[in-house]
């Protein structure tokens, strides 16, 4: 059901809230359309408080534009930073880059939405798993966090 405010109401002289069937969404702004006074009817009747030169019509954001609203970059930060550092531990074979990388790979995945590629997201999951593995297969013995050597 949809709440429409109408100019009618059962009672004389106010405004009244209205229920109307579901229908397509064409047919609530017709409908809306015709309920709302025109520039010589507001003149007419001063206790209707709609101006309708104030009326916009709202036009959602285009999804996939850089900067929309409630978008959110951490997933595609995290998805990079992971893939830096899971390349790191490979390369350089430090365990520590390669947690990171594993780390980053799962903030990536929890900050995802549905609509993000899962692709991308896969592989640099499974890339920050195999550097964690790599690295243990080179060298078994226990990591040592950098910061111990000082």
């Not at 025109?38 to 009326?55: E, L």
């Not at 036009?59 to 978008?71: I, L, Y």
């Not at 896969?122 to 910061?147: E, G, R």
Request: net charge neutral.
């Amino acid at each position: 059901m949809v709440w429409i405010w109408q100019p009618r109401s059962p009672w004389p002289g106010t405004l009244g809230l209205h229920q109307h069937c579901c229908g397509p969404a064409d047919d609530i702004q017709e409908q809306l359309a015709s309920n709302i006074p025109t520039q010589n009817a507001t003149s007419n009747n001063s206790s209707d408080p709609r101006r309708v030169d104030k009326i916009v019509r709202y036009k959602p954001s285009a999804q996939g534009t850089p900067g929309a609203p409630g978008e959110d970059p951490t997933t595609d930060y995290m998805n990079v930073l992971g893939m830096i550092f899971s390349m790191c531990g490979l390369m350089m074979r430090l365990k520590w880059c390669a947690w990171v990388a594993l780390y980053c790979s799962c903030i990536s995945f929890a900050n995802s939405r549905v609509n993000d590629d899962t692709k991308q997201m896969l592989s640099s999951f499974m890339l920050s798993i195999s550097a964690v593995v790599m690295s243990y297969l080179q060298n078994p013995q226990p990591m040592t966090p950098p910061w111990s050597n000082i």
